[in-house]
T-cell receptor
Framework: GAVVSQHPSRVICKSGTSVKIECRSL??????MFWYRQFPKQSLMLMAT?????????EQGVEKDKFLINHASLTLSTLTVTSAHPEDSSFYIC???????????FGPGTRLTVL | GNSVTQMEGPVTLSEEAFLTINCTYT??????LFWYVQYPGEGLQLLLK?????DKGSNKGFEATYRKETTSFHLEKGSVQVSDSAVYFC???????????FGKGTTLSVSS
């Protein structure tokens, strides 16, 4: 089946530093990837839609300069949290859609803790 | 706007009990409806889906029927197992190629 990986699974960083999270589709090509954020006991909130080779589309209220998304290839999208602050601590989840298909496949998520 | 509301958890059941997790939605038009499951330490997996009114999605003993008149998509299973313990998310998608809109998730814990 379609597998999506995320790296790292868990990261702890100091306030003010930047953190990069990778999302990879391991056995299929993904023209579209989505980035979600999940707070404890809350639903997954869509942050942005990432299409290979073009700029990401951000949801209202998501700072594009703070959450940099790069979808440089059909198997990799990255989310960089710049100048992270404690309020950025959250669970970040990506999903990928195979070319020509509609079903989303989800990564296992990345737990970010900013001290 | 589009939204999904599902029952608060956690839901705690004994093995072989009947399960219902309620889910209602608000959407314009005719969205597709989904249930996803997240087992501990794993990513979300599609459990079942329905794309039009009165459709019934089913998988692994779970069922949900797309009820447009009540804007609901309740998840049911007749006899739960310990291995069903997970977080269940109800979701909708307004059109192909767009992102999913999720409910808050319901944690199910089944004990033997």
């Amino acid at each position: 089946g379609a597998v999506v990986s995320q790296h790292p699974s868990r990261v702890i960083c100091k306030s003010g530093t930047s953190v990069k999270i990778e999302c990879r589709s391991l056995d299929f090509q993904a023209t579209t990837m989505f980035w979600y954020r999940q707070f404890p006991k809350q639903s997954l909130m869509l942050m942005a839609t990432s299409n290979e080779g073009s700029k990401a589309t951000y949801e209202q209220g998501v700072e594009k300069d703070k959450f940099l998304i790069n979808h440089a290839s059909l198997t990799l999208s990255t989310l960089t949290v710049t100048s992270a602050h404690p309020e950025d601590s959250s669970f970040y989840i990506c999903s990928a859609v195979a070319s020509g298909q509609d079903e989303q496949f989800f990564g296992p998520g990345t737990r970010l803790t900013v001290l | 706007g589009n939204s999904v509301t599902q029952m608060e958890g956690p839901v705690t059941l004994s093995e072989e009990a009947f399960l219902t997790i309620n889910c209602t939605y608000t959407a314009t038009g005719y969205p597709s409806l989904f249930w996803y499951v997240q087992y501990p330490g794993e990513g979300l997996q599609l459990l079942l889906k329905a794309t039009k009114a009165d459709d019934k999605g089913s998988n692994k003993g779970f069922e949900a029927t797309y009820r447009k008149e009540t804007t609901s998509f309740h998840l049911e299973k007749g006899s739960v197992q310990v291995s069903d313990s997970a977080v269940y998310f109800c979701a909708l998608k307004h059109q192909a190629g767009t992102a999913l809109i999720f409910g808050k998730g319901t944690t199910l814990s089944v004990s033997s």
